[in-house]
């Protein structure tokens, strides 16, 4: 199948953790991205990677780091994990220009 | 600031109705309209979306109007059904330097009702 997937789908974890989500695409893509859910549903970006360059940083604690070992996955990695932290991460792909594919989500649950 | 304005935040709608749902934006250098259909415990997929050399774009019971002067663009679920209750998702972009990067509206949750 053609998509975006991630994993894990779902993570639970005590504050002070550090825990990894991964994302691969087979669509081909340039460009992918790491999107943060709220609990209200706002879609905020946290970075983008086109062919293993970081081109987007948006104001992320630095906490979070981003790793692309190719242009076909992009991994989060996650320090210290605090209680605002719990929220839906989901990677999307996009060919420039195009509309984005994303994958199902990884709902992060901080306790 | 918020590139992209959406509105309503929640919409309810009985079967068979029209749900609209608009956006509006600032920054006349867009050229990637789209929009996403969320569905609960699914990331957003595409739905629609539309270049602003045209002012409309029809696909099945959906519909994107745009009006490049008002800097608006509305979506419109004719005969809306039940299996449509989703949150929906403006979007533009720009080109160039950004690579298509998207700026989403905040969202509408439609609800229609049987």
């Known amino acids: 199948d053609t998509a975006v997937s991630q994993t894990p789908k779902y993570l639970v974890t005590q504050m002070g953790n550090d825990k990894s989500i991964k994302c691969e695409q087979n669509l081909g893509h340039d460009t992918m991205y790491w999107y943060k859910q709220d609990s209200k549903k706002f879609l905020k970006i946290m970075f983008s990677y086109n062919n293993k360059e970081l081109i987007i940083n948006e104001t992320v604690p630095n906490r979070f780091s981003p790793k692309s070992p190719d242009k076909a996955h992009l991994n989060l990695h996650i320090n210290s994990l605090e209680l605002g932290d719990s929220a839906v991460y989901f990677c999307a792909s996009s060919k420039t220009g195009a509309g984005y594919t994303f994958g199902s989500g990884t709902r992060l649950t901080v306790v | 600031q918020q590139q992209v304005k959406q509105s309503p935040q929640s919409l309810i709608v009985q079967k068979g109705g029209i749900s609209i749902i608009n956006c509006a934006y600032e920054?006349?250098?867009?050229?990637?309209f789209p929009w996403y259909q969320q569905f609960p415990g699914k990331g957003p997929a595409l739905l629609i979306a539309?270049?602003?050399?045209?002012s409309e774009k029809k696909e099945g019971r959906f519909t994107i109007s745009f009006n490049k002067s008002a800097k608006q663009f509305s979506l419109h679920i004719m005969d809306s059904q039940p299996g449509d209750s989703a949150t929906y998702f403006c979007a533009a972009s720009l080109g160039g330097s950004t690579l298509g990067r998207l700026y989403f509206g905040r969202g509408t949750q439609l609800t229609v009702w049987p």
């Open positions: 920054n006349t250098a867009f050229d990637y």
């Open positions: 539309i270049r602003p050399d045209v």
